[in-house]
């Protein structure tokens, strides 16, 4: 565990982790009525058109699902009830994980700075977003709502070793902040948490929140001719290359949570980030001779152009 942190015995978790000069962070403006752990003073107040949107996306991705989502997913969805009806109330939900992994849900306005998220992370604080969808955005939203993020993510923190996986995601950010590699573990977030796949007994499935809280690439991850699926490897996804606004040319597969949590915690990332190079090594679309392959690509779809040609995710 000690591996993944920059000094062990000097970290304080219990604060926001400094940025140190010169380390690439996105440029995000905090509103002025926000402390500098970025949480809204209490989640908002849903319309009933927005509580409706909540319901009607629900209802999509449950008819989408079934067959394609991690087991683990659809043992959380099912404990927490998130279908009983209307945006959640995060305060509730807090209440019914605490007791099951000792998470909690709490809302911040937008996405939020990378030091702020590993603070909440490796304090196990979820931050979700406060906010919802339009009708207009049903399918798509650029940036994470409280249904990708509540929907998408919080049924995965009943589980207890992934649970302990994203505590221990947060507190690398403070190694990756010391080394300025914040691209490479970004990368290892979106390939995992955001989208990850899982071998089960029944097949191959989805536990990354960006596929289950859409109903296309949760199609398209487990089932698509156009992606690659290889066998996840720490080293390998952290200098790969991954798509923000479109399917991903290449998923990472793994056996169980408890394989993720060893390769990711028994690493020794100060090797690891003295040998990265700034930038990423390898494209989003690259199979390489060490990987483990248990789909070859056609990447049909990307090779089109993707959502932009209008290409069919195929």
């Given at each position: ?179 300025n590699r914040l691209k490479a573990l970004s990368a290892l977030y979106w390939y995992t948490v955001e989208f990850g796949l899982i071998r089960e007994a029944e ?7 960006g596929i289950l809280s859409g109903p296309l690439e949760a199609k398209f991850s487990v089932e698509g001719q156009s992606p690659n699926r290889v066998h996840l ?82």
């Amino acid at each position: 565990m000690e591996s993944l942190l920059i000094r062990p015995d000097a970290v304080d978790f219990s604060t926001i982790p400094q940025v140190p000069e010169g380390t690439c962070v996105a440029p995000l403006q905090r509103p002025a009525h926000l402390g500098e752990d970025w949480l809204e003073p209490q989640q908002r107040v849903y319309t009933a058109e927005e509580h409706g949107i909540w319901d009607d996306l629900f209802a999509q991705q449950m008819d989408v699902l079934p067959g394609r989502a991690a087991s683990s997913f659809i043992a959380g969805l099912k404990r927490l009830d998130l279908g009983r009806g209307g945006v959640p109330d995060f305060g509730a939900l807090s209440e019914e994980l605490q007791p099951i992994t000792g998470w909690s849900v709490v809302p911040v306005p937008m996405l939020i700075p990378d030091h702020v998220f590993f603070y909440h992370l490796a304090n196990r604080r979820f931050p979700a977003g406060n906010f919802i969808r339009t009708r207009a955005q049903f399918d798509y939203i650029s940036e994470p709502d409280v249904f990708h993020d509540v929907f998408g993510h919080v049924p995965m923190l009943t589980d207890p070793i992934y649970a302990d996986y994203m505590q221990e995601y947060g507190r690398a950010g403070w190694k990756a902040l010391a080394y300025n590699r914040l691209k490479a573990l970004s990368a290892l977030y979106w390939y995992t948490v955001e989208f990850g796949l899982i071998r089960e007994a029944e097949g191959i499935r989805a536990y990354g929140a960006g596929i289950l809280s859409g109903p296309l690439e949760a199609k398209f991850s487990v089932e698509g001719q156009s992606p690659n699926r290889v066998h996840l490897e720490v080293d390998r996804v952290m200098r790969t290359d991954y798509v923000i606004s479109d399917m991903q040319p290449t998923y990472f597969v793994i056996d169980s949570f408890e394989e993720l949590y060893r390769k990711t915690v028994e690493r020794n990332f100060d090797d690891l980030y003295r040998g990265l190079n700034p930038g990423f090594t390898y494209s989003n679309q690259a199979v390489l001779g060490g990987d483990k392959v248990y789909h070859l690509g056609s990447q049909e779809y990307a090779n089109r152009g993707g959502q932009g040609s209008g290409a069919k995710p195929v």
